[in-house]
């Protein structure tokens, strides 16, 4: 499966951004579907993942009470919804997905997925 990210951009502390991420080549609905980020020097991190073998939904502890993914069979998008931006989370944003069981320990790192998208850059002014 192919992934292509968007929506990301410049926004003030407290804003609110989209991300969208399209599949082609196959339908998303069979697929665990994730989020990370990355800011330079560090190491890619998790966000927020829907772990499709248990149907659940799991969000790193930074983006808890901000951030809402979904999935949208009709589009084969998966959205990342983040309200009040805060500074600290200005990074390249990166959708991801994954056909393969994981451990919920490797599920909530990159080597849980397969699949990524480009990354899209998202930065929050102070």
């Known amino acids: 499966v192919q992934l292509q990210a968007c929506g990301g951009g410049l926004v003030q502390t407290g804003g609110s951004l989209t991300l969208s991420c399209t599949a082609a080549g196959r339908t998303l609905d069979f697929y665990s579907l994730g989020w990370f980020r990355q800011v330079p020097g560090k190491e890619r991190e998790f966000v927020v993942g829907?772990?499709?073998?248990?149907?659940?939904?799991y969000y790193a502890d930074s983006a808890k009470g901000r951030f809402t993914i979904s999935r949208d069979s009709a589009k084969n998008t998966v959205t990342l919804q983040m309200n009040s931006l805060k500074p600290e989370d200005t990074a390249v944003y990166y959708c991801?997905?994954?056909?393969?069981?994981?451990?919920?320990?490797?599920?909530?790192?990159?080597?849980?997925?397969?699949?990524w998208g480009q990354g899209t850059q998202v930065t929050v002014s102070s």
């Open positions: 991801a997905a994954d056909n393969s069981y994981r451990i919920l320990s490797v599920f909530m790192t990159p080597a849980g997925f397969e699949y």
């Open positions: 829907f772990r499709r073998s248990t149907s659940n939904t």
